[in-house]
Every structure is written in structure tokens, then in C-alpha cells.
């Protein structure tokens, strides 16, 4: 037969052949495994089960406890019983097994660290220093199970296998080129591979969704993070049947994402840089690149080990992966590759490892085995940044919040509530602009702008927070040197102007920093501020900047959000911080004051450096607020760049739950 070279193409010397074999390759594995100890060493033999020795540092070396067990032995992991992860949680783990070959050849056999991999899988992937675990979902094997595909070789392979089955596992298999000896397509009929890992057996497992009629296609949908995903474990060489099968199982679930996991796929260089093999072309133009669906591929085969991008049809990423480790010490040692999943950070952390050179005790590995309890190579653990709402929203749009009544965000003590979803999308507001306070209360905006301000300084849009009420905001477009642009402000005699809030009061908005946002032109900018300056207002205390605003919900250079004012019951000032945001993402912060101690929240968590000195009310002169601008030493100093929501301010404490995000 003809194996498929690392370099993609067809070749007459195969890379993985049979090591009783007289070819060069046959020659290079023998070499390989005389390097890794493995020939004339005696842990080659069919006789050691499910767990035999391990590569041990020395002969006769005694373990560290004393305890005189066979040196090198590895323990045997405790396994939970059933299948339990949880499908809710926004973390979990897909995990897959590349090529374990070398472990199943003839009459050499070595399950051990096969189930020590599975055994892993079913404890969840758990920290035995701190009890937590991965939440691991489904387990996928990339084929070449075994080198020869020999009835003798998946004896000993089901065996393994055996326990995912009695714990009612989600996994996958598939067939690589050795596990079926062939270069036929998926139409070959009969093999012990098909014996072994059968329709019926994969009907089993957690999850199982079908398989093609042929057997050798499965497609399993499990459940994680609160949705279904797929997995599709693909033959090695798909035919014309399997193609249609493979697309016909997408488009039968068109809001599912997909994980495909095959044999032969893509190769890298050396220095980990992935392209798609001659098969991999045909996979790709026939089945990946015109299903959206598919985000992220993993096939075995070819080591080095790699990953590159490609873009699909639909210009969307697909993250393309080479994982393979049976070129090195033990086979691998059945190497296996954690993707952790986190949809709150947007981030899948993959790390590569052999749990069962882990469970052997550090004095007690070989130097070999040293080396490769775990990978760290750039193409072995990284980081995929990946906004799965984003990602998924060509067949999977998440449903957008709809607009709120503002009657409904008219809580007790509302003393100002301010939206800005009455403009078209773009349009300048005008001179004229009034925004009504919708409380009733009386406190409606009125536009102003500095000196010199162009036309179209302050927009409506039609962007806004996805849990923002009101499906609108504005787009401020200051500056500070010069100072350009507009804001608005309360009128002269609204009530808002005089309260001091000594009761405790709650300031909510949302804000948004463009991409474009400079430190330089923007810093201190604010939000929300109150005319009149701290000297004013006879403040003196520690740390008093005479000229600054009574009351500011301001940005830093860093950008940080900052709660600075002087309240009623201090002679200086009191201030809360916030943590730098980055931009181009909408963010809803609250300062909440119960009339003692001040708390930020954003996006509805707290913020660390609220101050712990009781802070009661807030100082006023009787001025309006304003809306976009910040005065310094009573002088309009700069005015906001991005984009304001909601505004609501109460005259009480709020707990989180009744925010406006709420």
C-alpha cells in the first residue's frame, strides 16, 4: 500500500510501516525504538494488562516511600464511576487522542498508558492538589488505534476502551490508514477495525447521534456550556456517500457548531506552520469550507505537530490542528490534548500531556520520560481567542434582549432617567435637542457646545449595550486641545441641580470606548459631572484639587473609570476606581452609596479600590450636570469621546439585581 508522507503527497516508502518489515522506514522505527529503550529491554511483552511497568529510571532502584513496589510502576488512576459532566457549565474539555499505534503492534502491546489517558478522561480531568477538574465532555481518538489492524491488536485495544463504555463515556473513534491496512475509501467493508468499534458500540455512547451506513462516520452532539456541539469523527478516506453523509448530518442541525476530527487532514513544517494535505484540499472543498458550522479541525497522522487559520466560504476562521506524538519516547505514551473551553473569557487553552508519565512520581521517571510529561511548545499549549457569539452568529444568532418600556426602569426614588433612542442612526442632534427626563422629575438635557465646534460633534446611533434598555445612545466626538465639542446639561432650575443625596443614591450608565479612543485628546474626559469646584464648595482637606468638578464619573489615561466627589460629611474628597477597559466594548458601570460607604460596580461586579472611609451624599453648589463635559476651575476643559447609554440616577441603594441590566 501507499502511506501519505508527511509532506501531503502520496508516497512508495511509508512513513509508519510494520516493524518486522525489511523497508527503510521499518529500519528507522527499530532505531527509533532501540533509542527509547524499548527493544531487548523487556517490557515489550503481551503479558503486562491494562497497567504494566513503566520506563523506569534504573534496575533495582528502590522508590522513594520505601514501600518496595516494582520501580517505575505506575498507579492506578480511580476512576468515578458514570459519566457525569456537567452540561451547564461555561468551562469544559474536549480532549483528543492522537495516534497510539505503536502501542497496540503485534505481540508488542502496552494499554497502559492508553488507560491511563482514559482514566483521566473519566475522572474529569481532576487536580489532585486542589480537587477541581477540567469538566471534561467528550474524548476523540484520531485514528491509527493500532499499527497493523490486527484482530490481536484490538483485543487488547477494546479492552481499554472497554471503560469508557462501562461508565457510559462520550467518545469517538475513528480509522486511520493503519487501523484498516488499506488506501479504500470508507466503502471497504469489513475489518476488525469495523468489528471492534461497530455501529452498534458507538450507539452506546453518551451523546451518539448516527452513523453513516458504512459505519465507519460517526457523528456524535453532545451538551456544553448550555448548548449542543457536535463532533464528527471522519474516515481516513471519505467516499462520495460519506461526503454527502458528513454534509447532510450538518445540515440536518444548522445552529450546531462543529468540531471535525479526522485522520489526514493538514501537515506542518517544523517550525509548526500547518497546510492542508492533497486529502485535506479535497476535504476542505468538499465538506469544511462551505459549512460555517465547522470552527475548529484536529487530525492525527503526520508529526511534526502544527496549526495555521484558514478562512472558510463564508470568511469566517477555522482553526486547523496537527496532533501526533508517536515519533516520540514510548510511542507517545498516549499523549492525549486537552481544549479547554471558557465562553465567558472567549478562549479555548489547549495543553498537550501524557497523564500516564504524570502518574508516575517524579524520582521515579526515567530521563525520557521526563522529557515529555508535557509539551510546551507553541503548537503543543496555546491560547485560541475566539468570540463564539461572534463566531457562531452566521447560523446561530443569539437573540438580541428587545427594548425595554422606560416605565419599567422607573424604580422607587428614580430622580433622573435619561435614554437616547429617539434619533436616526448617524443624524447630528440639534441645537434645539431637549432630552426629556423620563422619571417625571423635571431634570431634562439640554444641548451645549464648547467654542469652534464643528457640525455633527454629537450623533445618535443606534449602538447600545446589549442589555441596555433602550436600543440607542449618543456618540460624543470631543476633544481637549483644542476643547471642542458638544454635551449636554440639566437646565439652570432642574431639581437634580440641588440634591445632595445624604440618604444614599445609586449612578448607573452605560459607555462604550471606539477603538480609535486617544489618551492624549481623552483622558479625564467624563461621563457624568456636576458644575461647581470643590474650592467652592469650601473643601480643603487632604489631597483637594480646589479647581476640580464637586462631582465626576471620569476616565484615566489608562482608560479607568473614576468616582471623584466631595461629599457632605468630608473636607476632602473620596474617590472610586475602576479597572482599565479595554475598548471597543460596550460596559455598564453603577456607583452605589447606601449614605455611608460608596461601591462601583462594572458590568455588575465590584470593583476593588472603593474607599472603606464612610462617604455621606454629595456636594453641590446648586449647578447643572453635565452630560459629556468636565470643567475645570470653573472652565469647560474637555468634552467625552464614545458613546453614552442609559443614564439613571436614584436616590437609594440598589442591589446588583435591580440594575438596568437586570
Keep these: 500500500m501507499h502511506d501519505i508522507h508527511e509532506s501531503g503527497h502520496e508516497c512508495e516508502c511509508p512513513r509508519t510501516a510494520d516493524l518486522d518489515g525489511d523497508g527503510p522506514a521499518a529500519a528507522g522505527r527499530r532505531r527509533f525504538l532501540r533509542g527509547a529503550g524499548l527493544l531487548g529491554a523487556g517490557v515489550g511483552t503481551a503479558g503486562l494488562g491494562l497497567l504494566g511497568a513503566a520506563p523506569a529510571r534504573a534496575a533495582g532502584s528502590e522508590p522513594a516511600d520505601g514501600s518496595g513496589a516494582e520501580p517505575g510502576k505506575a498507579k492506578k488512576a480511580k476512576g468515578k464511576g458514570r459519566w457525569q459532566p456537567d452540561p451547564d457549565a461555561r468551562r469544559f474539555t474536549v480532549v483528543v487522542m492522537p495516534d497510539t499505534q505503536y502501542l497496540f503492534d503485534q505481540d508488542r502491546i502496552h494499554p497502559a498508558p492508553v488507560e491511563a489517558s482514559i482514566r483521566y478522561v473519566l475522572d474529569g480531568g481532576v487536580n489532585r492538589e486542589d480537587g477541581t477538574d477540567d469538566n471534561i465532555v467528550f474524548l476523540a481518538h484520531l485514528g491509527d488505534v493500532t499499527e497493523n489492524g490486527l484482530a490481536v491488536e484490538y483485543a487488547a485495544v477494546t479492552k481499554v476502551f472497554g471503560l469508557l463504555d462501562d461508565a457510559g463515556a462520550a467518545y469517538g473513534v475513528l480509522a486511520g490508514n493503519h487501523d484498516v491496512r488499506s488506501s479504500t475509501d470508507d466503502r471497504r467493508g469489513s475489518t476488525p477495525y469495523l468489528e471492534t468499534f461497530s455501529k452498534a458500540r458507538a450507539a452506546r455512547t453518551s451523546g451518539y447521534h448516527g452513523s453513516s451506513p458504512d459505519g465507519y462516520n460517526t457523528c456524535h452532539i453532545f451538551r456544553a456550556g448550555g448548548r449542543p456541539w457536535m463532533l464528527l469523527s471522519l474516515d481516513w478516506r471519505l467516499s462520495d456517500a460519506g461526503f454527502d453523509w458528513a454534509n447532510a448530518v450538518i445540515a440536518a442541525n444548522p445552529k450546531v457548531p462543529v468540531i471535525l476530527t479526522t485522520h489526514d487532514l493538514a501537515f506542518a513544517d517544523d517550525a509548526g506552520r500547518a497546510e492542508l494535505s492533497d486529502y485535506g484540499r479535497k476535504l476542505w472543498d468538499r465538506l469544511i469550507s462551505g459549512n460555517d458550522q465547522i470552527f475548529l479541525t484536529v487530525n492525527g497522522h503526520y508529526w511534526p505537530p502544527g496549526r495555521t487559520v484558514l478562512k472558510n466560504r463564508a470568511g469566517h476562521d477555522v482553526h486547523v490542528h496537527i496532533t501526533n506524538y508517536q515519533d516520540r519516547y514510548y510511542g507517545g505514551a498516549a499523549m492525549i490534548r486537552a481544549y479547554r473551553f471558557d465562553l465567558d473569557r472567549n478562549t479555548v487553552d489547549a495543553t498537550t500531556f501524557s497523564p500516564w508519565i504524570q502518574e508516575i512520581a517524579a524520582e521515579e521517571r526515567n530521563p525520557l520520560a521526563a522529557q515529555q510529561v508535557e509539551l510546551t511548545s507553541d503548537v503543543d499549549r496555546f491560547s485560541l481567542a475566539i468570540d463564539f457569539d461572534r463566531r457562531f452568529a452566521g447560523f446561530a ?266
Excluded at 422607587?412 to 431637549?434: K, L, M, N
Excluded at 465646534?453 to 449595550?465: I, N, Q, R, V
Excluded at 483622558?523 to 469646584?533: K, Q
Aim: hydrophobic content about 40%; overall charge neutral.
Design 397 to 662: 444568532p443569539v437573540p438580541r434582549r428587545p427594548a425595554r418600556r422606560a416605565a419599567d426602569l422607573l424604580v422607587r426614588d428614580t430622580a433622573a432617567y435619561w435614554r437616547f433612542d429617539g434619533g436616526g442612526d448617524g443624524a447630528a442632534v440639534s441645537a434645539q435637542q431637549v432630552v426629556k427626563d423620563l422619571s417625571g422629575q423635571g431634570n431634562d438635557l439640554l444641548w451645549q457646545s464648547a467654542p469652534g465646534t464643528p457640525d455633527g460633534a454629537l450623533t445618535w446611533s443606534a449602538e447600545h449595550h446589549p442589555d441596555q434598555p433602550a436600543h440607542g445612545s449618543l456618540l460624543f466626538k470631543g476633544t481637549r486641545s483644542p476643547v471642542r465639542g458638544a454635551y449636554l446639561e440639566t437646565a439652570p432650575t432642574a431639581p437634580l441641580n440641588r440634591e445632595t443625596f445624604e440618604r444614599g443614591f445609586t449612578v448607573e450608565a452605560f459607555c462604550k470606548l471606539p477603538a480609535a479612543w486617544d489618551s492624549g485628546q481623552s483622558r479625564w474626559s467624563a461621563l457624568l459631572s456636576r458644575w461647581g469646584t470643590a474650592g467652592e464648595a469650601g473643601r480643603s482637606g487632604p489631597g483637594t484639587d480646589a479647581d476640580e468638578p464637586v462631582v465626576t464619573l471620569s476616565l484615566s489615561e489608562a482608560p479607568a473609570l473614576q468616582w471623584c466627589v466631595y461629599p457632605v460629611n468630608q473636607t476632602g474628597g473620596s474617590t472610586c476606581w475602576g479597572h482599565q477597559l479595554p475598548l471597543d466594548r460596550w460596559w455598564h458601570v453603577a456607583v452605589v452609596n447606601d449614605g455611608k460607604l460608596s461601591r462601583m460596580y462594572v458590568d455588575g461586579c465590584e470593583v476593588a479600590r472603593n474607599p472603606a472611609t464612610p462617604a455621606v451624599g454629595l456636594a453641590t453648589l446648586g449647578r447643572p450636570w453635565m452630560l459629556g463635559g468636565y470643567a475645570y476651575a470653573g472652565v469647560l476643559d474637555k468634552v467625552f469621546h464614545g458613546y453614552i447609554g442609559d443614564v439613571r440616577i436614584v436616590r437609594r441603594a440598589l442591589r446588583v439585581r435591580d440594575f438596568m441590566t437586570a
